[in-house]
């Protein structure tokens, strides 16, 4: 896939927030990714939010005039990356997690990806999943995308492929989207990109161009807060489809959650509250759902693996 860019195009400038806590091991790594990218019309917004470590003191020692820290009292992920974004200047805005990191050219290939298509809205790249001591774990593929970008996200809340560390958006379209969430403890960055998509489309560039790293004790590993944040981010976006696939449609995405998350409950060994579950996810969609959940059940009553 390659894209060309004028003299003025390439002027434009990227604010890239980084929101850190108790980030030291690696927040080196990703300010030197984002330094060493070949499109260098940008800056770097990171927030120190409330860390008890040395990730105040790693921050301030680059001397980039590009390097910006701001300081604030913990306040989780969604309020660290919209503290960022009240200080950018941007006119394209992306974020980087500080355990994440770029390849060289990750910036300059998206953004002559959105100048090349007008009607884009926010891109992400193809992502390599790795471990913190640099093994591979998998990788997160671009979507195919088949109705709209929209209706792919319900499908799958990972649809967007390297979700925030790889994502660049038009700084337009994000303030039209307003802010995190900050009352979700996760998938708020899958309740933004739902935002996103319902404003405009997206393209994923299938190069490995983001690293994010699968670290024990991360959020994404708390399947409770991940599964009442989930349930929330698709009940709070559920206007934000058209009228016809508000009915069948989501009901359909909503039970596959739940679902997804009873063998969560399975795993861990809460048979009863994972077969409630079921039972819930059959509730919402009967007819679609209904052989997932009594092949679940039966799964789980039989102590198979999951």
């Not at 108790?22 to 927030?47: G, K, T």
């Not at 958006?169 to 990109?193: C, K, P, Y």
């Not at 959650?257 to 994972?274: L, N, Q, V």
Request: hydrophobic share 40%.
């Amino acid at each position: 896939m390659q894209f060309i860019m004028t003299s003025a195009e390439i002027k434009q400038l990227v604010s890239v927030v980084i929101p850190a806590y108790n980030a030291e091991q690696y927040l080196e790594h990703a300010i030197s990714s984002i330094l060493a990218q070949c499109y260098s019309n940008l800056e770097i917004i990171i927030v120190n939010d409330g860390s008890t470590d040395n990730t105040a003191d790693i921050a301030t020692s680059f001397t980039d005039p590009r390097v910006h820290l701001v300081s604030k009292t913990n306040g989780g992920m969604s309020s660290a990356r919209n503290a960022g974004v009240d200080r950018a200047k941007g006119e394209f805005l992306a974020f980087l997690d500080a355990d994440d990191y770029w390849m060289p050219d990750k910036l300059e290939k998206q953004i002559a990806l959105l100048q090349s298509n007008p009607n884009i809205g926010f891109c992400s790249t193809l992502t390599r999943v790795e471990t913190p001591e640099g093994a591979f774990v998998n990788e997160w593929a671009c979507p195919d995308i088949k109705i709209s970008t929209l209706h792919s996200i319900f499908t799958n809340c990972a649809a967007i492929a390297g979700s925030a560390s790889s994502v660049l958006t038009r700084m337009s379209i994000h303030r039209t989207a307003g802010q995190f969430d900050e009352t979700l403890t996760g998938l708020e960055d899958t309740d933004m990109w739902i935002r996103y998509a319902a404003q405009n489309e997206y393209l994923c560039i299938p190069e490995t161009l983001t690293v994010i790293l699968k670290r024990e004790g991360s959020v994404s590993r708390n399947f409770q807060n991940m599964r009442s944040s989930a349930l929330a981010v698709y009940k709070k976006n559920r206007s934000l489809l058209d009228k016809t696939s508000q009915g069948r449609f989501w009901r359909g995405c909503y039970a596959t959650i739940i679902c997804d998350y009873a063998k969560w409950e399975a795993r861990s060994g809460s048979k009863s509250k994972a077969l409630v579950q079921l039972c819930c996810a059959f509730f919402y969609a009967p007819v679609s759902k209904a052989r997932l959940c009594l092949s679940l059940s039966i799964a789980i009553l039989l102590n198979q693996q999951l």
